[in-house]
């Protein structure tokens, strides 16, 4: 097999230096707003057809799960939900960039890159309903709980990283071994020291993590300008590993970027900084109204930039989808928003006590005091059995 160029050579801060701000004209991007078709020197690459109808699916049915939930939430049947509108390119071009071994981290927004490792995302809707304590089996997916605590991720990430390491499955040149971490995080959760630190750890050991921002905006209601003084890629540098920004709404340049960066942490060069340049088209989660902070026609104007749109003109305009195609996938979107409806309100309410069943590998006594303590409580209702509902 002929590895493939990381895309990260010795020039790195004449392609990804400061003319790299703001979306500008060194905005790493592969497919126009317009679904035109362009090249980049450094991470160009060839995509095939099924690849590309591929990433359009991931992204239409990311979105029906993201409104199928949304809508859930308002209805009572959701206690809160995270939205990932507008970010679906910036989630899918991350996810299937991924190979089987690879680990990811995520943040509690990350049901694209849930989706892309096989995670059901009915199990995404019980975090939310509040009765599932995050129990699918992460190593099962290699996709780890979702994370609560703005930016813990990010050292979680770097420890198991630096684990990977020490196992001896990086840098042996076996791409059925060698495997890398990605951690996700968004832009207020750069200005945490928790994130920091895991930089600057990362750095340290070489670790084989790719720190992967999705930048769209807005730190719930605080603006990119109030949180840095420079674009967040070209904080990288300041920790010794390359940063680079791409178009986070261009799910062909987000994969090639991914790709690059995870290669590159697989072969043992180390951390690497994407910076995916989106927008949050959403609110920050379901009890957020972001009609308070920010102005109508921005999100007017990034709708021109949607992910799914620019894909679907460029398969259009070079016939490598029919109506047929396009049919189908809404139909298959269709029967995945009935699915999700039908098996949240499905979903049985957890015994009590079975809040303590998995927390450590081993009961300890103080856990079980206060299992104990939670079962005469449940006892002393009239008709209840310790575990049991009332």
Known sequence: MTQQSSGFGPDLVEVFGPSQQDGGPELIQLLTPEGERVHHPEFDRDFSAEELRGFYRDM???????TEATALQRHGELGIWAQLLGQEAAQIGAGRALRPQDYVFPTYREHGVAWCKGVDPLRLLGLFRGVDQGGWEPDAHNFALYTIVIGAQTLHATGYAMGMQRDGVVGTGDPDRDAAVIAHFGDGASSQGDVNEAFIFAASYNAPVVFFCQNNQWAISE???RQTRIPLYQR????????????????LATYAVTQAALQRARDGQGPTFVEAYTYRMGAHTTTDDPTRYRLSDDVESWKLKDPIARLEVYLRRNGLVENDFLATIQ???DEL?????????AMPDPA???????????????????????ATYLESFEGSAAGGHH
């Open 60 to 66: 239409v049915l990311t979105r029906r799960i993201d």
């Open 223 to 225: 603006p990119i300008e």
């Open 236 to 251: 990288a540098l300041g920790f010794g590993f390359p940063g680079v920004r791409v178009d986070g709404n261009d799910v």
């Open 331 to 333: 139909a298959e979107a």
């Open 337 to 345: 928003g009935h699915t999700l409806r039908e098996g949240c309100k």
């Open 352 to 374: 009590p006590l079975s809040m303590f069943d998995h927390v450590y590998a081993e009961m300890t006594p103080e856990l079980q005091a206060q299992r104990d303590g939670f």
